[in-house]
Every structure is written in structure tokens, then in C-alpha cells.
């Protein structure tokens, strides 16, 4: 008998949903090439400012020019083909002609590569090829809801992949293979969007036809719920593998690259997409969580101070980023709720996260009250705001308003609806006041309680910066050869011996050969079916000196919830580059010690 994951995975939408991702495909097309110009004009004046010829790039820049208004054209074309001919009908002659044009899109980016080779800087190239490479990224997240035209958008650029050697012919040969991993890691990640893309639709599709069903049969919804939580849950591990590896390998570049401004700048915005990307994961998983009750209630005194300097280090940069303010009135010292510590934190950071993404200009503020025996905490922003008659249903799992479609593509409404459910779980109170066009206040109302002493207060996260180098051995375990690669990139970056193994026997064969690791991080998913905790435990017997940890992407393994109760520590995927150079400063020797 088919289980609901395999009529989910084999199911395809029907010809209005393929339109619907078709019309969401070809949107992002058009918002990628109106970008071109400007790019032609910024690039062609840096290659002048270094002393190469900029005419190549200038004319590519204005070409794109002619290229817009006939894309307007085609897309009035495709409108009204939409309203009058069957959906069957337009797919049949449009989806080839938007193939091509994307086609013809990323040939054309691959061109701004030839134009460029003569007389330029190396700095200059790297800055170049890191922005295509950013241009394929962010399209794979946006772009793949029809596959046909991402891929060949993929294609049409990978001719930059040729020219390579001569972008950089003293040093192609170490920068060709990281840029072939790059790509292939980006490759795999659209596919999961399409997919998901997909399901989104698929699901979407099948809400509409069986609502009258699920009103009289309320029990078989809710068996169809816990099945929904139980494939989101398994497939953790697979959504958030390529995540991880761009995470360490970014981090990597970074340390590569650093006194280079430019490209220091382009990884920031790489490290944002990455969070956002990650956000988006938890957020889905999360809600998940705890619409099958897996979240078990936890309160205790969590200090307010602590609560804002954790939101000040996690979302300062993506502020800067997105050149917004974000101002936070820290509280008293002796302000404390009593709460869920997690629950409490995702929620606060659900609702800053999504001040900042739907506020264009101006700034998001956080601050917090007393109304006699609560906290309220508020997040003030200058954003879009939420229609008066949109306010009831924002809180709804897959709910957005029309205008944040339109300024974002990106989000499938998740992160509102999951401070609802913590909010709920906790006993608390929430609301909302907000005008469409001029901003939103978003409050949380919890209990106050007496501050704890302050050996107990959390300290806030660290703030991520530059790393200095480790001395040490280090034995990675995971399953996926991409991911073990980027353990590699970015462990041999911070100068740490490492020693990668995808099953305990090629763990073991590394220990034989005379490696003694002084840490080990384990994945919970390991290649050969064994579980990942008991190799772990097995390797702390052979050396009880060394240090360990789990690593993985699931979330309610009962591996991992053994390993957690028995005083193991366990990391989610992906892994905080911050968060695991401050591990590894403590378990393994520092330069110099």
C-alpha cells in the first residue's frame, strides 16, 4: 500500500499548478535580468578604475536594455494568453520559450566573463566570478519552481566554468575544483527547492479538493497530519546537508579571502541567504513539532537582558545587511518572565526576523514594558504593515498577505505561525497592532517572576568574527561525501588536523593507521545503516580523553534524544561556524598554547 510520503514524492500538480509555478519562475527570470544593466555599468566602471577597457561590458549593459522592453512585451504576450487560452495550452507554447530565453540569460552572464579576461585584476575576476556564483545561489531558491528554466539558466552560465584558466591562470587549477564543488553543491540544493516547490503546490492543490471531506472526517485529518510531521521530520537530515556544507564552506572562503573588501562584502550577503535558507527549515520543522506534540513544556526564569542581547548578536548583521536599524531598548537587569527558555527565544526571534525581511527602509525596534504582573515585549517596525482585514488569518501556518507576495517572492508564511503555537503552549499572551503602508508593533505578554540568581542567566550568544587559527585533531563522521568535504575545507582552514570517515569501520581504520583524535563530531546518519551515537560512544571508550559531540540534521531521532538525556552534546545543522570554533577552542589546543 502507498504511504502518503510516496503519493507525495510521485504526485504532480495539475496543468493550473504547473502554470502557477511557471508564472512564479518567470517573474524571478525578469527581476534577474532587469538587474543586468546596473551590473554592466558597476563592473564596467570598476574595470575602468583599474585600468582595463570597460567597453565590452558597458555595451553588454546596454543590450539588456533592448532585451527588457522585449521581455515586457513577451510577458504582456503571456498574460494575456493566460486569461484567454487553456493552462494545457499555454504550457505547451510557453514553457520552451521561457527555456530559451534563460538560456540565452545565462549565456549572456557567461559572456560578462569573456568581456572581462583582458586587462583585468585578479581581485577583479574573483569578484566577478563570486557574483555569478551568488546569482546561481539565489536563484536556486527562487527560480526552481519550474525546473525546466532554472537548469537552463544553470547551464547557460556554466560556460563560465571554461574560461576559468584564463580568469586566473596562476591559480585555475585549486580555484576550478572548489568552484565545481560550489556548483554542484548549488545544483542539489535548487533541486530540493523545486521539490519543495512542487509539494507546496501539490498540497495546495489537494486542501482545495478535500475541504468538504476533512470538515466530516476530522480523524483522518489529523492521522494525515501526524504522517505530514513525520515525513517533514525525516526529511531534516537531507534539507538541511547541502545548507551545512555551504555554511563551512563559506566560512572557509571567507578566511581565504580575507583584506579582499569585495569579496568580504559578497560573503556577507551569502552568509544572510544561508540564514535565511535556515530560517525557513526551522521554522517549517519547528511548527511541525509542535502541531504532533513533541515539544514538551519546560518553564523557568529567563532573564529579559540576556533575551535581548542573544536577538542583538543574532540579527545585527542581517540589519546591516539589509541597511536597516535595529535598535533594542535593553531592560532592567532584574526584568525576568517565566517561560520556556527555547520557546520564548524562537518566538522572539520569529518576529524580528520577520520585521527586518518586510521593512524596505527605516529600522525595527524592540523593546519591553511592565503591565503590573507581566512583560510585554513588543517589535516595532516601519515596514509594509497588515491590512485591518488580513490581521485575523497572519498568524495561520502558510498564510501571507498579497503585498508581502509582492515584495518578497521568498518565505512560505511559517515564522508567524509558529510563535502562535509557542505562544499558545506557553499560556502567554500575543496580538498585534499595525496600518498597511506604515508599519506594525508585533507584542508578546508573559508573567513576571523573580529574577534568577545570576550564575543561572543564560549568556548570550557569541557574536560571530573572525577566527583565529586551532592546533589539534579532529575525526569527522558523516554520511554525505559533499559535507565531509566542507568539514575538510573549513577544519583545515582553521589549521586543524582532520581525518574524515562516512562508517565506523573507515573511523576505526583512521585510529589503527596511529590517528589519535582529540575530538570527535559524529553525524546520526551514517552511510553504512550504523547508528551514529554508538559509533560515537564506542569511539569515547577507545580514547576517554577525547571530547564529542552529535551532529546532525534530525531533530526527533530517538538516538538523538538518548544522546541529549545522557549528558552528550548535540549539535542541529548547520552548524554555526562561531558556535563551532568556540567549541573546538576548548576542547583542542590553540596555537601557541
Known amino acids: 500500500m502507498d504511504t502518503p510520503e510516496h503519493l507525495l514524492e510521485t504526485s504532480t500538480p495539475s496543468d493550473e499548478g504547473r502554470l502557477q509555478l511557471l508564472s512564479a519562475a518567470f517573474a524571478r527570470l525578469r527581476l534577474s535580468m532587469m538587474a543586468m544593466p546596473s551590473m554592466g555599468l558597476l563592473f564596467g566602471g570598476l574595470l575602468a578604475w583599474l585600468g582595463g577597457n570597460p567597453v565590452g561590458l558597458f555595451v553588454w549593459g546596454a543590450l539588456y536594455l533592448p532585451a527588457l522592453w522585449a521581455v515586457w512585451r513577451l510577458h504582456r504576450r503571456y498574460l494575456r494568453d493566460q486569461s484567454e487560452r487553456k493552462a494545457m495550452e499555454v504550457l505547451a507554447t510557453w514553457q520552451p520559450r521561457l527555456q530559451w530565453l534563460a538560456l540565452g540569460h545565462g549565456g549572456a552572464l557567461s559572456l560578462s566573463v569573456a568581456l572581462s579576461i583582458t586587462g583585468a585584476t585578479y581581485d577583479f575576476m574573483l569578484l566577478l566570478h563570486t557574483t555569478l556564483m551568488g546569482i546561481a545561489a539565489v536563484n536556486a531558491a527562487q527560480m526552481t519552481a519550474h525546473w525546466g528554466i532554472y537548469r537552463a539558466l544553470f547551464f547557460g552560465m556554466a560556460w563560465s566554468l571554461a574560461l576559468l584558466p584564463w580568469s586566473f591562470p596562476g591559480h585555475w587549477y585549486f580555484i576550478l575544483p572548489m568552484t565545481l564543488v560550489m556548483n554542484l553543491v548549488i545544483y542539489r540544493s535548487a533541486f530540493h527547492a523545486h521539490r519543495f516547490f512542487v509539494r507546496q503546490i501539490v498540497l495546495e492543490e489537494r486542501s482545495r479538493d478535500l475541504a468538504e471531506r476533512y470538515l466530516r472526517a476530522s480523524r483522518a485529518a489529523e492521522t494525515a497530519l501526524a504522517e505530514k510531521n513525520r515525513f517533514l521530520s525525516t526529511a531534516a537530515h537531507d534539507l538541511r546537508q547541502p545548507v551545512h556544507a555551504m555554511g563551512l564552506l563559506a566560512e572557509a572562503i ?340
Open 254 to 593: 571567507a578566511l581565504h579571502g580575507q583584506g579582499i573588501p569585495r569579496l568580504e562584502g559578497l560573503l556577507t550577503q551569502w552568509r544572510l541567504s544561508m540564514r535565511s535558507v535556515s530560517h525557513m527549515f526551522d521554522a517549517l520543522l519547528d511548527l511541525s513539532r509542535i502541531e504532533s506534540g513533541a515539544v514538551e513544556l519546560r518553564p523557568a526564569p529567563v532573564a529579559l537582558a540576556s533575551l535581548f542581547d542573544d536577538l542583538q548578536t543574532q540579527f545585527s548583521t542581517e540589519a546591516a545587511a539589509r541597511r536597516l536599524a535595529l535598535r533594542l531598548h535593553r531592560p532592567p537587569h532584574e526584568a525576568t518572565v517565566l517561560a520556556d527558555p527555547a520557546l520564548v527565544r524562537q518566538s522572539l526571534a520569529n518576529l524580528v526576523h520577520n520585521a527586518l525581511r518586510y521593512t524596505p527602509h527605516g529600522g525595527v525596534l524592540v523593546g519591553a514594558r511592565r503591565r503590573g504582573q507581566h512583560w510585554r515585549i513588543e517589535v516595532w517596525d516601519t515596514g509594509v504593515g497588515v491590512a485591518l482585514e488580513e490581521q485575523g488569518q497572519i498568524y495561520q501556518a502558510f498564510y501571507r498577505p498579497h503585498h508581502a507576495w509582492e515584495l518578497h517572492r521568498s518565505g512560505h508564511g511559517l515564522g508567524l505561525a509558529v510563535v502562535a503555537r509557542c505562544v499558545a503552549l506557553m499560556g502567554a499572551r500575543q496580538g498585534l497592532q499595525s496600518q498597511l503602508g506604515k508599519g506594525s508593533c508585533f507584542w508578546i505578554e508573559l508573567p513576571a517572576t523573580e529574577a534568577p540568581p545570576l550564575s543561572a542567566q543564560l549568556a548570550p550568544m557569541g557574536a560571530q568574527g573572525r577566527h583565529g587559527p586551532l592546533q589539534g585533531r579532529c575525526l569527522v563522521l558523516d554520511d554525505d561525501p559533499q559535507v565531509l568535504g566542507a568539514w575538510s575545507a573549513l577544519l583545515g582552514t582553521w589549521e586543524v588536523e582532520v581525518r574524515l570517515a562516512s562508517n565506523a569501520g573507515e573511523a576505526f581504520a583512521h585510529i589503527e593507521a596511529g590517528f589519535t583524535p582529540q575530538a570527535i563530531l559524529c553525524d546520526q546518519r551514517l552511510r553504512s545503516g550504523e547508528s551514529g551515537f554508538e559509533v560515537l560512544r564506542a569511539l569515547l571508550e577507545r580514547y576517554p580523553d577525547a571530547h564529542g559531540a552529535m551532529v546532525s540534521g534530525e531533530f526527533d531521532a530517538p538516538e538523538l534524544q538518548e544522546a541529549d538525556a545522557q549528558g552528550y552534546l548535540v549539535l542541529r545543522k548547520p552548524v554555526d561556524a562561531a558556535t563551532l570554533h568556540a567549541l573546538l577552542a576548548q576542547w583542542l589546543r590553540p596555537t601557541g598554547a
